[in-house]
Nanobody, 125 residues
Framework: QVQLVESGGGLVQAGGSLRLSCAAS???????MGWFRQVPGKEREFVAT???????YYADSVKGRFTISRDYGKNTVYLEMNSLKPEDTAVYYC????????????????????WGQGTQVTVSS
């Protein structure tokens, strides 16, 4: 199974920026590397993902503000978050999928089989 280690979370004021990183090791080739987030009492929700060929997918709530990218040599996925809002506050989790997903399934957390430990992002108003 793939091991994932996230970093880069923290406290930032509204309008600020943060960059999250997720390094993968072990396991087989990951086709999708993505980010999800979760707040207490709510389900983990999709944020962004990127396919093996570099195609990105975003949740509507972050489109235009967040950018996902992937370094194949380092087996690392990044999430550049700009214009942060208090509602972006959550624990952010990196997830990977080794499956060739249909476009309609790339946002479904059940299709991701490895997860990191999460990193807290707090945006103050």
């Amino acid at each position: 199974q793939v091991q994932l280690v996230e970093s880069g979370g923290g406290l930032v004021q509204a309008g600020g920026s943060l960059r999250l990183s997720c390094a993968a090791s072990g396991g087989t080739f990951t086709i999708y590397m993505g980010w999800f987030r979760q707040v207490p009492g709510k389900e983990r929700e999709f944020v962004a993902t990127i396919s093996w060929n570099g195609s990105p997918y975003y949740a509507d709530s972050v489109k235009g503000r967040f950018t996902i990218s992937r370094d194949y040599g380092k087996n690392t996925v990044y999430l550049e978050m700009n214009s942060l809002k208090p509602e972006d506050t959550a624990v952010y989790y990196c997830g990977t999928s080794g499956k060739g997903l249909r476009v309609g399934d790339v946002r479904s957390r059940s299709e991701y089989d490895s997860w990191g430990q999460g990193t807290q992002v707090t945006v103050s108003s």
